[in-house]
C-alpha cells in the first residue's frame, strides 16, 4: 500500500510540474507576443515528464531491487549451525522468513528465524523511508530542472516528441524482451535438468516414470527409480495431435472449399462467424466438454461394440481438440483460397471446366502452399494445447498408437508438475522447464516453416 | 510420342457424354462442403446443447423453509451484532431444532443424519438476516436454507431410492426426512442464491463464482493497462515511426514467434521470471494480468497495425500540408481515426486473455481461496480456474455448478466479441 500512495504522490507532482510550466509557458508567450517556438502546453509536457521519468524509474529500481538486496543481506545472518546443517536450503530458510515477515507464523519458528524477520522488517521501514525520500527529492529536483529550461528560445516540442519517440521504441522491444525472458526462463532449468539426467536419455528413452526423490537417495548417489524418456509423452502428443487432424483437416477443408467457392453471400456472412465461434470457445470448456460428455459416450458406445474404451482415452481428447482446430484451417484456407486470382478460375471456365475441377486442379494446387501452412499452424497449435490434454488425457505414459488407450502428453505433464506443491532442484522439477524447451522448439520450427511456406509462394500469382 | 488427333465432333461427343459424370461430380463436391459445414454447426450446436442443458439447473436449487425463532440471547450473545458474538451464538443448533420438530428423529444416529439435511451455511446465513434486519429478533419467521448437495442431487434424480442403502449416498432415514420435508411442502426449487454471490467452496451447494468474477475483473484490469498502452505504441513504432531495418524486422518476427507460443509457456515464463527471480507472491491477479499481458500483446499488436494501416495517407499528408509534426500527425490524426479498429483487437485479445487457463495454473492461481480479492496483490483465482477445479470434483452438483460458470464465462465472452463487432461496424470507416 505504502507503494502505491508514493506512486500517486509522484504521479501528483509531476501534474503540478506540468501547470507550472504551462503557466510559465503562457506567461512568456504574452511577453514575447506569441513568438514562442513551441506551443505552451510542449513546455507543461516538459516539465511534467522531466520530473516523473527519472523518479519512476528510481522508484521501480527500488521497489524490484530491495527484495534481491535484502535476500543477499540476511545471508550473513542465518546462523553457522543452520546453514551446515546437511538438509539447508537458502531457499527454503528465505520462504520461512518471508513468511514469518508476512506474519504466516506456522507453529513455533526457530529463534533466529523471527529475528531475521525483525531485521527485515527494520530494513524494509528504513528503505521505505530512502526510496520514498528519494523518489519525491529526483521528483521535484528534475521537474524544478525542467521548469528552468523554459525560455523563449527552448524547442520543447522537439524535446518532448523527442522523449515519446524513444518511450514507443522501447516498448517495441518489450516484444524481443518477452522473447529472451521465455527463452531464458527454460533454457537455464533445462541445462541443469541435462546436468542430471543425459540428454540421449531424454529424447530417446521410453519409459517416462518421474518421482520425487528423497533427499538422502539423491545425497547417496543411488540411482532412483525415475526414468525419464520422453518419447511416450511426444508420442503421445502426436496421437492425440493426429487423431484431431483427423477431425479438422477435412471438416476445415471443405468448409473452406465450400464457403470460398459455392456458398452464396448470404451463407458466407451466417456460417463463417459461427465457425470462428469454435475458436473463442475457451479451452477450459472444450475440456470439460471432452471429459465429461465424449469421453463417457465413447465408453459406452464403445462397450457396445465389445471394445475396451479408456476413460480417459486419446480418442476422447482428439476428437474435441480436432473440433477446437477446425477454424484455424477453415479460415486460414478460406483465406488463402480467396487470394487465388480470379483469374485463374475464369481461364479455367473459359476451358469449359466445371466448378470442381476449377476448385480441384486450378484453385487448390495454387492455394496448397498456404493451405499447407494452415495445417502446420493447426498442429502446432494442438501440440501446444493445454487444457483439453489436462482434464480430458490420462497422465500415465504409455507408449501406444491405439487411440482407446490413455496416453499422456507433453503439456499436461507440465502442468502436472508444475502446479502445486514442487520440490526445489529434484529432477522431476526440472523436467518440466526441459519438456517445455522441446516444446518451444517444435512448435517454433512448425512456426517458421509455416510461415516460409506462405512467404516463398505468397507472389507467384500477382 | 505422336499426338492423337480428336476431331471437333467426336470431341463434343465425348464432352456430351461425360458431362453428366462431370455435373454429378461438382454435386458430390458441393455436398462434401455442406456435410463439412453441417458437421461442424452440429458440434459447435451439441456443444453449447450439452453445456446448457447441464447448466441451467446449476442455476436452481433446493431449499427447505422452516420456521426460525430469533431468539437474540441464542444467536448474539454479546448483543452487539459483531462476527464475534454471532459466531458464538447457537444458530444451527436453532435450525436443527426448527428441523427435528418437523421430522422428529429418534435415536443418535438418526439426529445426526438429520443435522446433516440442511446446508452448513445456515449459521452465516441466519447471521446475515439479522444483520441486515435486527428487527427479526424476537419474531418466528420462515426462512429458506440450501438443502445439502446429496440431498439435492437425490431431489433431482441422480440418487434412486430403490438402490441398496449401503451402495447409496444418502441413508434411508433421510430419505424418510426428505418425504416428510416434502409432504409438508417445505421444500422448494428455486433460483440459486449461492452461484452468483458465493465464493469457492468445498460444499457444493454453497460453492458460487463471486470470487473468481472479482478475480477475473482485476486480473483483466492489470491485463487491459499494460497490452493495450504498450500494443499500441508498438503497433504505433512499427507502423509510422521506424525505418525498415534489422531491428524492426527481428521485432516483427518476434511478435509471431511470441504468437505461437503454446499459452502454457507464458506460464513457465511467469513462474521463472516474476515470481523466482522477482520475487512477487504467487496467485495474485497482478502476477496474472502481467502474463496474460504479455501473451494478447501479439493480438493487439497485430490487430492495431491493420487499423493504423488502414488509415489513408491522405490523411496524413493533409496534416503535414499545414504544418503539423510527425508527433502530432500521430496522435491528432492517425490514432484517433485507428482507435476502433485497436480497440475491437484489444477486446478479443481481452476475450482470449479471460478465457486462458493454461498459464495461470502455472504461476498458482489454483490455490482454494475463500475470500474475494480486494486488490491486486490479494491471492485470488479466475473463472476458467474455477471451472477447472469444480471440474475436478467428485460430487455430483458440482457438475451442473460448473455448466453454470462455464454458461456465465460464455456469456462474457459472446457479449465481449458481439461489442467487439459492434464497435466494428459501427465506427470503422470505409475510405
Given at each position: 500500500?505504502?507503494?502505491?500512495?508514493?506512486l500517486?504522490?509522484?504521479?501528483?507532482?509531476s501534474?503540478?510540474?506540468?501547470?507550472?510550466?504551462l503557466?510559465?509557458?503562457?506567461?512568456?508567450?504574452l511577453?514575447?507576443?506569441?513568438?514562442?517556438?513551441s506551443l505552451p502546453h510542449?513546455y507543461g509536457f516538459?516539465?511534467l515528464?522531466?520530473?516523473?521519468?527519472?523518479?519512476l524509474?528510481i522508484?521501480?529500481?527500488?521497489?524490484?531491487?530491495d527484495d534481491?538486496?535484502f535476500?543477499?543481506?540476511i545471508?550473513?545472518?542465518?546462523?553457522?549451525?543452520?546453514?551446515?546443517?546437511?538438509?539447508?536450503?537458502?531457499l527454503i530458510?528465505?520462504?520461512?522468513?518471508n513468511?514469518s515477515?508476512?506474519g504466516?507464523?506456522f507453529?513455533?519458528?526457530?529463534?533466529?528465524?523471527t529475528?531475521?524477520a525483525?531485521?527485515?522488517?527494520s530494513?524494509?521501514?528504513t528503505?521505505?523511508i530512502?526510496?520514498?525520500s528519494?523518489?519525491l527529492?529526483?521528483?521535484?529536483?528534475s521537474?524544478y530542472y525542467g521548469?528552468?529550461?523554459?525560455?523563449q528560445n527552448?524547442?520543447?516540442r522537439?524535446?518532448v516528441?523527442?522523449?515519446i519517440?524513444?518511450?514507443?521504441?522501447?516498448?517495441s522491444v518489450i516484444?524481443?524482451?518477452?522473447?529472451?525472458?521465455i527463452i531464458?526462463?527454460?533454457?537455464?532449468?533445462?541445462?541443469?535438468?541435462?546436468?542430471?539426467i543425459?540428454?540421449?536419455?531424454f529424447?530417446?528413452g521410453?519409459?517416462?516414470?518421474?518421482?520425487?526423490?528423497?533427499a538422502e537417495?539423491a545425497?547417496?548417489?543411488?540411482?532412483g527409480?525415475?526414468?525419464?524418456g520422453?518419447i511416450?509423452?511426444f508420442?503421445?502428443?502426436?496421437?492425440?495431435?493426429f487423431i484431431?487432424?483427423?477431425v479438422?483437416?477435412p471438416?476445415?477443408?471443405?468448409?473452406a472449399?465450400?464457403?470460398s467457392?459455392?456458398?452464396?453471400?448470404?451463407e458466407?456472412?451466417l456460417?463463417k462467424?459461427?465457425?470462428e465461434?469454435l475458436?473463442?470457445?475457451p479451452t477450459?470448456?472444450?475440456g470439460?466438454?471432452?471429459?465429461?460428455?465424449v469421453?463417457?459416450?465413447?465408453r459406452?458406445?464403445g462397450?457396445?461394440?465389445?471394445?475396451?474404451?479408456?476413460?480417459e482415452s486419446?480418442l476422447?481428447?482428439g476428437?474435441?481438440?480436432?473440433?477446437?482446430?477446425?477454424?484455424f484451417?477453415?479460415s486460414?484456407?478460406?483465406?488463402v483460397?480467396?487470394?487465388?486470382?480470379?483469374s485463374?478460375?475464369?481461364a479455367?471456365?473459359?476451358?469449359?471446366?466445371?466448378k470442381?475441377?476449377?476448385?480441384l486442379?486450378i484453385?487448390?494446387p495454387a492455394?496448397?502452399p498456404g493451405?499447407?501452412a494452415?495445417i502446420?499452424?493447426a498442429?502446432?497449435?494442438?501440440?501446444?494445447?493445454?487444457?483439453?490434454?489436462?482434464?480430458?488425457?490420462g497422465?500415465?505414459?504409455n507408449?501406444?498408437?491405439?487411440?482407446?488407450?490413455?496416453?499422456?502428453?507433453?503439456?499436461s505433464?507440465?502442468v502436472?508438475?508444475?502446479v502445486?506443491?514442487?520440490e526445489f532442484e529434484?529432477?522431476?522439477t526440472?523436467s518440466a522447464f526441459?519438456l517445455a524447451?522441446?516444446?518451444?522448439?517444435i512448435t517454433?520450427?512448425?512456426n517458421?516453416?509455416?510461415?516460409?511456406?506462405?512467404?516463398?509462394?505468397?507472389?507467384?500469382y500477382e | 510420342?505422336?499426338?492423337?488427333?480428336?476431331n471437333?465432333?467426336?470431341a463434343?461427343e465425348?464432352v456430351k457424354?461425360s458431362?453428366k459424370?462431370?455435373?454429378?461430380?461438382d454435386?458430390r463436391?458441393?455436398?462434401?462442403g455442406?456435410?463439412?459445414?453441417g458437421m461442424a454447426?452440429?458440434?459447435?450446436?451439441?456443444?453449447?446443447f450439452?453445456i446448457?442443458t447441464?447448466?441451467?439447473?446449476?442455476?436452481?436449487?433446493?431449499?427447505?423453509?422452516?420456521?426460525?425463532k430469533f431468539?437474540?440471547?441464542?444467536?448474539?450473545?454479546?448483543?452487539?451484532?459483531?462476527?464475534?458474538?454471532?459466531?458464538?451464538g447457537?444458530a444451527?443448533?436453532?435450525?436443527?431444532?426448527s428441523?427435528f420438530?418437523?421430522?422428529?428423529?429418534?435415536g443418535?444416529?438418526?439426529?445426526?443424519?438429520a443435522r446433516k439435511?440442511?446446508s452448513s451455511?445456515?449459521?452465516?446465513?441466519?447471521?446475515?438476516?439479522?444483520?441486515?434486519?435486527?428487527?427479526?429478533?424476537?419474531?418466528?419467521?420462515?426462512?429458506k436454507?440450501?438443502?445439502?448437495d446429496?440431498i439435492d442431487s437425490?431431489?433431482r434424480?441422480?440418487?434412486?431410492?430403490?438402490?441398496?442403502e449401503?451402495?447409496?449416498?444418502i441413508?434411508?432415514n433421510?430419505i424418510?426426512f426428505?418425504?416428510?420435508?416434502s409432504?409438508?411442502?417445505?421444500?422448494?426449487?428455486e433460483?440459486?442464491d449461492?452461484?452468483l454471490?458465493?465464493?469457492?467452496?468445498?460444499?457444493?451447494?454453497?460453492a458460487g463464482?463471486?470470487?473468481?468474477?472479482?478475480g477475473?475483473?482485476?486480473?483483466?484490469?492489470v491485463?487491459?493497462l499494460?497490452?493495450?498502452p504498450l500494443?499500441?505504441?508498438?503497433?504505433?513504432?512499427?507502423?509510422?515511426?521506424?525505418?525498415k531495418n534489422?531491428?524492426?524486422?527481428?521485432?516483427?518476427?518476434n511478435?509471431?514467434?511470441?504468437?505461437a507460443v503454446?499459452s502454457?509457456v507464458?506460464?513457465?515464463?511467469?513462474?521463472a521470471?516474476?515470481i523466482?527471480?522477482?520475487?512477487?507472491p504467487?496467485?495474485?491477479?497482478?502476477?496474472?494480468?502481467?502474463?496474460?499481458?504479455?501473451m494478447t500483446?501479439p493480438?493487439?499488436?497485430?490487430?492495431?497495425?491493420a487499423?493504423?494501416?488502414?488509415?489513408?495517407?491522405?490523411v496524413?499528408?493533409?496534416?503535414?500540408g499545414?504544418?503539423?509534426?510527425?508527433?502530432?500527425?500521430?496522435?491528432?490524426h492517425?490514432?484517433p481515426?485507428?482507435m476502433?479498429?485497436m480497440l475491437?483487437?484489444?477486446i478479443?485479445?481481452?476475450?482470449?486473455a479471460?478465457?486462458?487457463?493454461?498459464?495461470?495454473?502455472?504461476?498458482g492461481?489454483?490455490?482454494f481461496?475463500?475470500?474475494?480479492?480486494n486488490?491486486v496483490?490479494?491471492?485470488g483465482t479466475?473463472?476458467?480456474?474455477q471451472?477447472f477445479?469444480?471440474a475436478?470434483?467428485?460430487?455430483?452438483?458440482?457438475?451442473?455448478k460448473?455448466?453454470?460458470a462455464?454458461i456465465?464465462l460464455l456469456?462474457?465472452?459472446?457479449?465481449?466479441?458481439?461489442?467487439a463487432?459492434?464497435?466494428r461496424?459501427k465506427?470503422e470507416r470505409?475510405?
Amino acid at each position: 500500500m505504502f507503494n502505491f500512495y508514493l506512486l500517486v504522490v509522484i504521479l501528483l507532482i509531476s501534474f503540478l510540474f506540468f501547470f507550472i510550466g504551462l503557466k510559465e509557458a503562457k506567461k512568456l508567450r504574452l511577453v514575447y507576443k506569441n513568438n514562442l517556438h513551441s506551443l505552451p502546453h510542449y513546455y507543461g509536457f516538459y516539465a511534467l515528464l522531466a520530473s516523473l521519468l527519472p523518479s519512476l524509474g528510481i522508484y521501480f529500481l527500488m521497489t524490484i531491487g530491495d527484495d534481491f538486496l535484502f535476500s543477499h543481506m540476511i545471508k550473513s545472518y542465518i546462523p553457522d549451525e543452520v546453514t551446515n546443517a546437511k538438509d539447508y536450503n537458502f531457499l527454503i530458510a528465505l520462504a520461512q522468513i518471508n513468511n514469518s515477515v508476512e506474519g504466516l507464523i506456522f507453529g513455533t519458528p526457530p529463534q533466529w528465524v523471527t529475528d531475521a524477520a525483525e531485521l527485515w522488517k527494520s530494513w524494509v521501514q528504513t528503505s521505505n523511508i530512502i526510496v520514498a525520500s528519494l523518489c519525491l527529492l529526483t521528483s521535484i529536483a528534475s521537474g524544478y530542472y525542467g521548469f528552468l529550461k523554459i525560455n523563449q528560445n527552448f524547442r520543447s516540442r522537439n524535446a518532448v516528441e523527442k522523449i515519446i519517440m524513444t518511450l514507443l521504441a522501447a516498448s517495441s522491444v518489450i516484444a524481443i524482451f518477452t522473447t529472451i525472458a521465455i527463452i531464458f526462463s527454460v533454457v537455464f532449468e533445462s541445462v541443469r535438468f541435462f546436468a542430471l539426467i543425459p540428454i540421449d536419455e531424454f529424447l530417446f528413452g521410453t519409459v517416462w516414470n518421474p518421482q520425487f526423490e528423497g533427499a538422502e537417495r539423491a545425497g547417496s548417489g543411488q540411482q532412483g527409480l525415475s526414468q525419464y524418456g520422453s518419447i511416450p509423452l511426444f508420442a503421445g502428443t502426436f496421437l492425440i495431435s493426429f487423431i484431431a487432424l483427423c477431425v479438422s483437416v477435412p471438416v476445415g477443408l471443405f468448409s473452406a472449399i465450400y464457403l470460398s467457392e459455392y456458398a452464396s453471400s448470404k451463407e458466407r456472412a451466417l456460417f463463417k462467424p459461427l465457425l470462428e465461434i469454435l475458436a473463442g470457445v475457451p479451452t477450459v470448456v472444450y475440456g470439460f466438454f471432452a471429459a465429461l460428455t465424449v469421453a463417457p459416450f465413447l465408453r459406452t458406445t464403445g462397450s457396445m461394440l465389445g471394445l475396451d474404451v479408456a476413460s480417459e482415452s486419446a480418442l476422447a481428447a482428439g476428437l474435441v481438440m480436432g473440433i477446437m482446430i477446425i477454424p484455424f484451417i477453415s479460415s486460414l484456407s478460406d483465406d488463402v483460397i480467396n487470394a487465388v486470382p480470379q483469374s485463374l478460375r475464369d481461364a479455367g471456365y473459359g476451358l469449359g471446366s466445371t466448378k470442381n475441377e476449377t476448385v480441384l486442379k486450378i484453385v487448390l494446387p495454387a492455394a496448397l502452399p498456404g493451405v499447407v501452412a494452415s495445417i502446420i499452424l493447426a498442429v502446432s497449435r494442438a501440440v501446444g494445447e493445454t487444457m483439453i490434454v489436462v482434464m480430458a488425457a490420462g497422465l500415465a505414459a504409455n507408449l501406444t498408437a491405439n487411440p482407446l488407450e490413455a496416453v499422456t502428453t507433453v503439456t499436461s505433464q507440465i502442468v502436472t508438475i508444475l502446479v502445486g506443491d514442487q520440490e526445489f532442484e529434484s529432477a522431476k522439477t526440472l523436467s518440466a522447464f526441459a519438456l517445455a524447451l522441446t516444446l518451444i522448439i517444435i512448435t517454433l520450427c512448425m512456426n517458421f516453416y509455416a510461415l516460409h511456406i506462405v512467404k516463398k509462394y505468397r507472389e507467384q500469382y500477382e | 510420342m505422336s499426338k492423337k488427333f480428336i476431331n471437333p465432333l467426336e470431341a463434343t461427343e465425348l464432352v456430351k457424354n461425360s458431362i453428366k459424370k462431370r455435373r454429378a461430380k461438382d454435386n458430390r463436391l458441393r455436398l462434401y462442403g455442406r456435410i463439412a459445414i453441417g458437421m461442424a454447426t452440429c458440434f459447435l450446436l451439441f456443444l453449447f446443447f450439452s453445456i446448457f442443458t447441464k447448466g441451467y439447473p446449476g442455476f436452481f436449487q433446493y431449499y427447505v423453509t422452516l420456521d426460525i425463532k430469533f431468539d437474540r440471547e441464542r444467536i448474539d450473545p454479546k448483543g452487539d451484532l459483531s462476527d464475534t458474538s454471532l459466531y458464538e451464538g447457537e444458530a444451527s443448533n436453532i435450525v436443527n431444532e426448527s428441523l427435528f420438530s418437523i421430522i422428529n428423529p429418534q435415536g443418535r444416529k438418526a439426529k445426526k443424519e438429520a443435522r446433516k439435511i440442511v446446508s452448513s451455511g445456515k449459521d452465516l446465513r441466519i447471521a446475515k438476516l439479522v444483520k441486515n434486519d435486527p428487527s427479526l429478533f424476537g419474531t418466528v419467521t420462515k426462512v429458506k436454507f440450501a438443502l445439502d448437495d446429496d440431498i439435492d442431487s437425490f431431489l433431482r434424480g441422480y440418487i434412486n431410492r430403490d438402490t441398496p442403502e449401503s451402495e447409496r449416498r444418502i441413508s434411508d432415514n433421510v430419505i424418510a426426512f426428505v418425504d416428510k420435508l416434502s409432504q409438508e411442502n417445505r421444500i422448494s426449487y428455486e433460483f440459486s442464491d449461492y452461484i452468483l454471490k458465493g465464493s469457492a467452496s468445498g460444499n457444493p451447494e454453497m460453492a458460487g463464482i463471486k470470487g473468481a468474477f472479482f478475480g477475473s475483473i482485476l486480473t483483466l484490469s492489470v491485463c487491459l493497462l499494460i497490452a493495450f498502452p504498450l500494443g499500441v505504441a508498438t503497433a504505433v513504432y512499427l507502423e509510422e515511426i521506424a525505418k525498415k531495418n534489422k531491428i524492426t524486422e527481428i521485432i516483427e518476427v518476434n511478435i509471431n514467434n511470441l504468437a505461437a507460443v503454446p499459452s502454457v509457456v507464458f506460464g513457465i515464463m511467469g513462474l521463472a521470471i516474476f515470481i523466482s527471480i522477482f520475487g512477487m507472491p504467487r496467485s495474485i491477479p497482478l502476477v496474472g494480468g502481467m502474463v496474460l499481458a504479455l501473451m494478447t500483446l501479439p493480438t493487439i499488436i497485430i490487430s492495431s497495425r491493420a487499423a493504423i494501416r488502414a488509415v489513408p495517407p491522405s490523411v496524413r499528408d493533409a496534416a503535414y500540408g499545414i504544418g503539423a509534426s510527425k508527433l502530432q500527425v500521430i496522435f491528432h490524426h492517425v490514432i484517433p481515426l485507428a482507435m476502433p479498429g485497436m480497440l475491437t483487437g484489444t477486446i478479443i485479445g481481452m476475450a482470449q486473455a479471460l478465457g486462458e487457463t493454461a498459464p495461470l495454473l502455472m504461476i498458482g492461481m489454483v490455490a482454494f481461496i475463500v475470500d474475494v480479492p480486494n486488490s491486486v496483490m490479494d491471492p485470488g483465482t479466475v473463472l476458467p480456474v474455477q471451472i477447472f477445479m469444480w471440474a475436478d470434483f467428485a460430487e455430483r452438483m458440482f457438475i451442473q455448478k460448473t455448466s453454470a460458470a462455464i454458461i456465465i464465462l460464455l456469456g462474457f465472452l459472446i457479449t465481449m466479441n458481439a461489442f467487439a463487432i459492434y464497435l466494428r461496424k459501427k465506427l470503422e470507416r470505409r475510405w
